[in-house]
């Protein structure tokens, strides 16, 4: 019986053959299936399978890759490939709405003790961030893990020690009572997909699963409506703070707002709140009821887009969008009602 697929189980090549090809020969250590490090998907177009060693070496190349603590792969192609080939070019355009990565990892060849082959572990489907535009064979790329929540006893088991990313850095510094540090936001609207010309400088999270993103969605709620209320206090007018309204969590998901507050004239501020743990450039979702509160409401209107967010210390950098939000931020359809 074949080895259904699930998120941090143990695989060897054979089961990931029997579930993505089963119909098909395999052969240890020969073949796609038995020995190489990136599998297309048969009939799936721009779908794939990767299996990854880390510390491998291949010829005189030593590859170098890592998972950061918010799932972010640094992944190198193989040694011969430049930025031309065919395969390189489908990375670089990968769309994980639409197409499949799926990542098995392991982090040596031979379990130490039992001098066997190491399984690989079902780490999940990857996300395109960004690749090094100055460097090929190999081409250096960096991808997204999707709903990305390991645990210890995995990484243990795996032996999978995991990085800090270099912008990953501990507010130190900062004048909010609140741990919110107020930046300019990053770009407006643009004609297109923003690529950053840096290696690492888009910086893309898809990590939260639904559970992880609640907890991180209150926690960011919960910091802009105390930060909101400090401001109203700070500028003499506490009889404001005090009608300041939690309404996502009074009157549940739906009003188009989670919090309503107000401008220091008494007029009525109404304040989505987007949080995620990735970067500035992180997508973030935006229902059709916020849409349409932002374009009826557009001089009461601001989405605070917190992010860098930690969960466990309550930190995070945030910017302000004010008025509709589709005059500030490129909209794109990702799932769709059939009636």
Not at 27 to 34: D, E, L, P, R, V
Not at 72 to 85: A, F, M, V
Request: a positive charge; zero cysteines.
């Amino acid at each position: 019986m074949t080895k259904p697929l699930q998120l941090y189980e143990t695989y060897d090549r054979k089961m990931v053959h029997d579930i993505f090809e089963p119909f098909s020969p395999f052969h240890w250590g020969t073949g796609t299936w038995g020995s190489h490090g990136i599998v297309k998907i048969p009939n799936r177009d721009k779908n794939y399978v990767f299996f990854v060693t880390f510390g491998r070496k291949q010829g005189d190349h030593q590859f170098k890759e890592e998972i950061t603590q918010e799932g972010i792969l640094t992944w190198q192609s193989q040694p011969h490939q430049t930025l031309k080939n065919p395969n390189i070019s489908k990375f670089v355009n990968h769309d994980h709405t639409k197409n499949n990565i799926y990542l098995f990892l392991r982090t040596r060849s031979l379990n130490p003790k039992t001098k066997k082959a190491e399984p690989y572990t079902y780490l999940g489907q990857l996300a395109y961030i960004s690749h090094d535009k100055t460097i090929e064979k190999p081409v250096h790329f960096t991808w997204q893990i999707l709903n990305w929540h390991i645990d210890e006893q995995t990484l243990r088991r795996m032996s999978l020690s995991l990085a800090n990313f270099e912008r990953d850095q501990v507010i130190k510094d900062t004048n909010s009572k609140y741990n919110l540090i107020l930046v300019d936001p990053p770009y407006g609207k643009s004609g297109g997909n923003v690529n950053s010309p840096s290696f690492q400088g888009r910086h893309i999270n898809f990590s939260e699963n639904e559970l992880i993103k609640k907890s991180i969605g209150l926690s960011g709620e919960l910091l802009v409506l105390e930060n909101e209320k400090q401001y109203l206090i700070e500028n003499d007018r506490r009889d404001l703070a005090d009608k300041v309204l939690h309404t996502s969590v009074i009157e549940g998901d739906g009003a188009g707002f989670d919090i309503q507050s107000y401008f220091l004239d008494d007029k009525p501020k109404f304040i989505e709140v987007k949080t995620t743990v990735g970067g500035i450039n992180t997508p973030f979702i935006v229902t059709a009821n916020e849409l349409a509160f932002s374009k009826a409401q557009p001089n009461s209107y601001e989405l605070h887009r917190v992010y860098n967010f930690k969960l466990n210390s309550k930190i995070g950098y945030y910017y302000i969008l004010k008025g509709d939000i589709s005059a500030n931020k490129n909209l794109i359809p990702n799932r769709f009602m059939a009636y």
